[in-house]
């Protein structure tokens, strides 16, 4: 299965609302990323964040890591209709980036 | 900066071709990596070349191969097209090796359709 496993699946909220979504993982890790993809396009970087980081901010995006949980969540505050997109969040594994299934965030205007 | 680009942006083929896609990487960068993404399904990784050199390649057929040339840009070449191969192909740069370490770059991505 995936290394990385987001949820919700699919997420639908209304503009301003803020939007969180969660990776989790099997291995150890070195760092976490989190990609955007708007649709059928190529992905966006958004945030790395090493496994010695608990937390990241860039922008509205607030990025947590807790490497005993095996667990990351990605924070967009006060969310508008242009982040409507799929969010990844992708591990090495392998000597390769594995990336999970994906959340499909909708912010309706 | 130009980014990574990709061609075609289409391509149509019927079953038992071959497609050959390309990919020029940011400049500087080394690493070119590809993902195959069909619909509704996240990126699965295919290969990843750095200095000309095959790194790593993910669990497909052999008849999905490729290579980098001396200017770093890539070619993904699937041989005996099956229906199934139909997807968005997705190539990404870095500045060099070690997978996880730096952020990647996609280009916009190949739609292949196999008819």
Same mark, same amino acid.
């Given at each position: 299965?995936?290394?990385?496993?987001?949820?919700?699946?699919?997420?639908?909220?209304?503009?301003?609302?803020?939007? $969180?979504?969660?990776? *989790?993982? +099997?291995? @150890?890790?070195?760092?976490?990323?989190?990609? &955007?993809?708007?649709?059928?396009?190529?992905?966006?970087?958004?945030?790395?964040?090493?496994?010695?980081?608990?937390?990241?901010?860039?922008?509205?995006?607030?990025? $947590?890591?807790?490497? *005993?949980? +095996?667990? @990351?969540?990605?924070?967009?505050?006060?969310? &508008?209709?242009?982040?409507?997109?799929?969010?990844?969040?992708?591990?090495?594994?392998?000597?390769?980036?594995?990336?999970?299934?994906?959340?499909?965030?909708?912010?309706?205007? | 900066?130009?980014?990574?680009?990709?061609?075609?942006?289409?391509?149509?083929?019927?079953?038992?071709?071959?497609?050959?896609?390309?990919?020029?990487?940011?400049?500087?960068?080394?690493?070119?990596?590809?993902?195959?993404?069909?619909?509704?399904?996240?990126?699965?990784?295919?290969?990843?070349?750095?200095?000309?050199?095959?790194?790593?390649?993910?669990?497909?057929?052999?008849?999905?191969?490729?290579?980098?040339?001396?200017?770093?840009?890539?070619?993904?070449?699937?041989?005996?097209?099956?229906?199934?191969?139909?997807?968005?192909?997705?190539?990404?740069?870095?500045?060099?090796?070690?997978?996880?370490?730096?952020?990647?770059?996609?280009?916009?991505?190949?739609?292949?359709?196999?008819?």
């Amino acid at each position: 299965s995936q290394q990385g496993e987001e949820d919700p699946q699919a997420l639908s909220i209304q503009e301003g609302e803020n939007a $969180t979504m969660n990776c *989790s993982y +099997k291995t @150890s890790i070195n760092n976490l990323q989190w990609y &955007r993809q708007n649709s059928g396009r190529g992905l966006v970087h958004l945030i790395l964040i090493r496994s010695n980081e608990r937390e990241k901010h860039s922008g509205r995006l607030r990025v $947590t890591l807790d490497t *005993s949980k +095996k667990s @990351s969540s990605l924070l967009i505050t006060a969310s &508008r209709a242009a982040d409507t997109a799929s969010y990844f969040c992708a591990v090495e594994y392998g000597n390769k980036l594995v990336f999970g299934a994906g959340t499909i965030l909708r912010v309706k205007s | 900066e130009a980014g990574v680009t990709q061609s075609p942006t289409h391509l149509i083929k019927t079953r038992g071709q071959q497609a050959t896609l390309r990919c020029s990487p940011i400049s500087g960068h080394t690493s070119v990596y590809w993902y195959q993404q069909a619909l509704g399904l996240g990126l699965q990784f295919l290969l990843w070349y750095d200095e000309g050199e095959e790194r790593n390649r993910g669990n497909f057929p052999p008849r999905f191969s490729g290579r980098q040339f001396p200017n770093y840009s890539s070619e993904l070449n699937v041989n005996a097209l099956e229906l199934e191969d139909s997807a968005l192909y997705l190539c990404a740069s870095s500045p060099r090796g070690d997978a996880s370490s730096y952020e990647q770059y996609f280009g916009p991505g190949t739609r292949l359709t196999v008819t």
